[in-house]
């Protein structure tokens, strides 16, 4: 990845980021109060399964090979090969999901900020009682959005509504207080730009509360293997748009880490942690020629 940041902060000579290999709630204890900016979550779903993603590599089928070589057809009919590397996959079940969530969610409003903002990710499974959990914690007039991100991706069962979004519950330290940087977020186009006039339709809109964003593609560069990895675009939104240049984003249950590139990408600082030793190794590789990152095997006091 590139680590040069567009907000060109002055990070004063210490590290840029950390990345831990901890539980992130004992991560989060070693915080001080109101330190951070910005504290972004993507907690297993709680779908009940176990989460793989097989990892593959394609390679082209040179000219004049015979008409058995490769597996699938690409632009100009040209002849590809998949070689299949491995897979990454966890459990995703919890007995009370609740209370798995709950230490996170407390430990989060205590580091952030008077004007600082908590997004967490989910899904349809669990996400109506989280936010009744959130409103008791950071108190239900800090809710300010639930965002949609949508994308068309996966599989289409034919007894339901196939489901396609995942659901970025928005809360605020202090709702009258937190950043909300308007200007910096990119702007999109007009669905229907005749009805806005010339110099509108060129400007673009704000984006609303429903995200329509692709997922990691299976083979494109941005992946790296690991299962529930989210879109860079859609963590780059939310640090522009809720932290501050040179702030502190934290994300307690990292996984690939698409969080601290997102920070690292716009000249915000980060804190990282998870659990998983799979997840420790690919953020890593993530950012292993990033300088000023620090990589901890440990809870540091």
Known sequence: MSDGASGGADFGGGPRGRVHLADGVEVARTLADESVDLVYLDPPFNTGRRQTREQLRTRRVPEGAGDGEGDRTGFGGRRYATERLGSRSFDDGFDDYLAFLEPFLVESHRVLAPTGSLYLHLDY?????AKVLLDEVFGRANFVNEIIWAYDYGARP?????????NILFYAKDAGRNVFNADDIERIPYM???????EKAA???LPTDTWWHTIVSPTGREK??????KPLGVLERIVRASSPPGGLVADFVAGSGTAGEAALRHGRRFVLADCSPEA???MRRRFAECDG????EAVEG
């Open 125 to 129: 499974r669990e996400v109506h009682y």
């Open 158 to 166: 034919k007894r339901r509504w196939p489901a396609k979004h995942d």
């Open 192 to 198: 229907a730009p005749g009805l806005v006039g010339p």
């Open 203 to 205: 400007r673009g809109k």
């Open 224 to 229: 790296l293997g690991y299962p529930t990895q």
């Open 280 to 282: 420790f190794e690919v």
């Open 293 to 296: 990152v620090a990589f901890c």
